[in-house]
């Protein structure tokens, strides 16, 4: 039995910080990348950022690349996402994601090739 559960959203203002948690269960030492996502109504989910258990090495979009980080801590299998300098189109449904046996993708991560998936937390930021 694997569950994510996010926490850490909320409404901010522009400029403004978050700090998403996931807490991971089931079938920890088996995942092999942890990621974020993201999804507005209308549009696809699309990959923020994730990180390889094994090695640490770390992946971000475009968009938010020297804005957000991306951690993990193996010791409470919490895997988080810190949101520095948020901006209005970074509102949306915030979801937290594993890979089981499957490495982390080169480049942009595909949610389809993600396993298992958080219950959402949403992200609001205003101008």
């Known amino acids: 039995q694997v569950q994510l559960v996010e926490s850490g959203g909320g409404s901010v203002q522009a400029g403004e910080s978050l700090r998403l948690s996931c807490v991971v269960s089931g079938y920890t030492y088996s995942m092999r990348c942890l990621g974020w996502f993201r999804q507005v109504p209308g549009k696809e989910r699309e990959g923020v950022a994730s990180?390889?258990?094994?090695?640490?090495?770390?992946y971000y979009a475009d968009s938010v690349k020297g804005r957000f980080t991306i951690s993990q801590d193996n010791a409470k299998n919490t895997v988080t996402l810190q949101m520095n300098s948020l901006k209005p189109e970074d509102t949306a449904m915030y979801y937290c994601?594993?890979?089981?046996?499957?490495?982390?993708?080169?480049?942009?991560?595909?949610?389809?090739?993600?396993?298992?998936w958080g219950q959402g937390t949403q992200v609001t930021v205003s101008s």
């Open positions: 994601a594993a890979r089981r046996w499957a490495y982390c993708s080169f480049g942009y991560q595909d949610p389809r090739d993600f396993d298992y």
């Open positions: 990180i390889s258990t094994p090695d640490g090495t770390i």
